[in-house]
Structures are given as C-alpha cells and as structure tokens.
C-alpha cells in the first residue's frame, strides 16, 4: 500500500513501543516487571469517581463545547490561580483528550514549515516528532547532569535564531525528574524578553510530583506570560490516565486557533470525563500530595540502589517518578552471548535478560541515559532492581 509521506517524517513512541515488547513477553509466560511507562500504580480518588457515576445518572451523554464545559474551563481557572497564582479566564482554556493533543494543537497552531522550536534535552519522546508532523524543525539543546539537565541562559540565547517560533520545555522533566526554580526560571525570561516572537511552551502536567519546594510556573512572569502556553492535565497527579482529559492556558488568539483545531480532530473531550475532573481541579487535594509522597519514598529508595551499582551515574530526581542514570560504562561489554553498543542494547539486554523494562535514553535526546520508572510498587520496584543488577553483574 502507498501511505501518506506524514508517516515517515515522525516516529512510534519508544516508551510504547517498549510496553508492546513487555507485553508480548508477559504473553509467552515472562514475569515481567514494567519500569517504562510513566504511569501511576494508583487507582483514581473515589471522590472523582463518584462524580463521574452522578454525571452518568445525570445524563450527561451529549455533545460537549469543542474548548470543554464552561464550569470546567472555570474550574482550571480557579486552579490555575489557587496553585500558580496566575490570572486566566475561561476565553484563555481549551480542555483535550488529554495533555498530549494540548501539545498537538499548540504547536500545529504555531509552527509552520521550517520554523525552529528549540527544546532543552533530555526531553519527552513525543515533543520531537510533534514538531516532524508541523513541518517544523527541532533544534536540540543538549543539557548535562552537571547543570541538573537544564538549560542555562547562554545556552538558551545561542540557540534562538530568526526563525525560532516556539520554546519547550517540562519541569518537572519527563524523564530527568529536573524542576526549575524560579530563580532559573527568571534568568531565562530575561532571555525571552529580547526575542518578543518566540512562544514559550510550559509543559507542567508533573506539577503535583514535586520533591522541592513546591511548582514553579513561568507563566508567572508578566513581561511574557501573553506568549507562555501552559499545558496540564489529570493523568499524572490525580491518576487518571485512561479519562483522557488535558488542559492548556495561552492568550485568547491561541485559544481560538486550538479550538479550531480540535474542533476538526476531536471536537469536545469525553462529557463524564469532564464533569469529573471539576471535582478533581476544585475538592480536597490530598489524595495528590497523598500519591506524591509515595513517589518520593521510592524516589530515595531507588537512589539508594543504584548508588550500589557499579558505572551508574545518576542524577537525583527533584520531580516526577523516573531516574535517568548515564549507563555508558556498560557500553563494550559482553555476557558471553549479547554485546552491548549502546543505550538501546542495555534496555533490551535488561528487558530480555531481567524482564524489566525501561525506556532507552534516545529516544529522550540522551543517547547515554536509559529512563526507569518508579512508578510501581516498592515490591515490584525492589524485585526489579535485583534482577537488573544480577543481569548487569554478567557484562565484562
């Protein structure tokens, strides 16, 4: 068959394409033990849930606004300015099928062929092959573990040029765990300030897994925030991933040119969904600083295990749930049967040798790094990493 020539400018998820492999091993009779993909171990809070079962007896079955409810829109609104002290109205909101379309419109919405969108490594696996589809082009900036996989100020002003349209960036990072302080946040504004053309896209859909001080959003600064998008959503600090439900927060004119959008993909994301999630966003957040708490006692139970493992080189994490050690030193070595070349050859050798998978560090702009999350339970996490260091201790 002759496919469309969209389909070869971007590439398969490799933190999907990792699930896949787990998957049909688990299907042939493998104990495996899943650290790739980035979700939490958690059910959703029943105080959620039992809002969505009313909106079901309630009969809301229709047809929804393409930019979501408007108690929804009032809602992140209201969260926006309880958590991040930022002033948004409803016109300012467009709710997704999650925070992953938030970042397709925007960027469809912004990028045009050829325009440059610069993104600080290591960085999620989808934010590259979005800007592929728009025809854009991605301009990497290579962070270290020395600078805590951030981007300095000089780093960011030598990369912006005059075809630079849009700016992206996590904290806390999917998959280095780094969080920007406001302090670093502030260096960089007065970047942005010079080049009144480039946008700034906040991915924050972390927020709530944070082992510093609290969330800091660059959207707070007023010099720039007209031209800040942020993006969030329900998955990660209120464990909904399969409800699909996303959230950004841009200026009016970007609002609209993502309704557009939507209004031709998806149109309005999932009613019940919707309904819920206005609970979720505005009642008691305990069950969120509840989860975080758990992501952190794993946090230091994992540092204090790979602290033990010959050749790893491991940045603590400041926010969400993954570790993103340098396992180059293992690049060369053998077990006799596998060689390993490389970062991809290692989370293979695991996934086939231990039946623990992980995401390979290439596919996050790090070709070093393999990503593992702890987002599972301590026994399953304290299993693994018995297997993974009995699978590493046979490569000389």
Not at 176 to 199: I, N, Q, R
Not at 259 to 286: E, H, M, R
Request: include cysteine; proline fraction near 4%.
């Amino acid at each position: 068959m002759q496919f469309s020539s969209l389909l070869e400018k971007f590439n398969e998820p490799e933190t999907l394409k990792m699930a896949k492999l787990a998957r049909e091993l688990r299907a042939k009779g493998k104990d495996v033990i899943d650290l790739s993909l980035g979700e939490p171990d958690f059910d959703t809070p029943q105080h959620i849930k039992d809002a969505a079962i009313k909106a079901i007896k309630d009969n809301w079955s229709h047809y929804t606004p393409v930019s979501g409810f408007l108690d929804l829109r009032e809602a992140v609104c209201t969260k926006l300015k309880r958590d991040n002290n930022l002033d948004y109205t409803p016109e300012n909101i467009v709710v997704s099928t999650g925070a992953k379309q938030c970042l397709a419109n925007t960027i469809l919405a912004l990028v045009d062929k050829d325009d440059e969108v610069i993104i600080p490594t290591p960085f999620w696996v989808t934010y590259s092959e979005l800007v592929k589809i728009a025809g854009g082009k991605v301009v990497q900036v290579q962070t270290n573990a020395d600078a805590g996989f951030k981007i300095t100020p000089q780093q960011l002003e030598a990369a912006i040029t005059p075809k630079t349209k849009v700016f992206l960036y996590s904290s806390p990072c999917n998959p280095s765990g780094a969080v920007y302080s406001k302090t670093e946040l502030a260096a960089l504004v007065k970047v942005f300030e010079k080049y009144p053309d480039v946008y700034i896209m906040s991915d924050e859909i972390y927020e709530f897994i944070n082992f510093k001080d609290g969330h800091t959003s660059i959207a707070q600064f007023d010099s720039i925030k007209d031209r800040v998008i942020v993006i969030n959503g329900l998955s990660k600090g209120f464990a909904m991933t399969g409800w699909r439900l996303g959230y950004m927060a841009a200026n009016k004119e970007i609002a609209k040119a993502c309704d557009k959008l939507q209004g031709q993909f998806t149109s309005g994301t999932c009613s019940i969904t919707q309904k819920a999630a206005v609970i979720a966003l505005t009642a008691d957040l305990k069950p969120s600083f509840d989860m975080a708490k758990e992501f952190a006692k794993r946090k230091n139970r994992v540092m204090e295990i790979v602290k033990g493992i010959p050749g790893f080189i491991c940045t603590e994490p400041e926010g969400a749930y993954y570790i993103f050690p340098d396992i180059s030193y293992y690049f060369g070595k053998t077990d006799g049967t596998t060689t390993i070349h490389n970062a991809s050859d290692l989370s293979m050798y695991i996934l086939n040798t231990a039946y623990v998978s992980s995401v390979m560090g290439d596919a996050f702009g790090e070709p070093k790094c393999v990503r593992f999350s702890f987002a599972n339970s301590l026994d399953n996490i304290e299993k693994a990493w018995v297997r993974i260091k009995d699978a590493l201790s046979k490569l000389k």
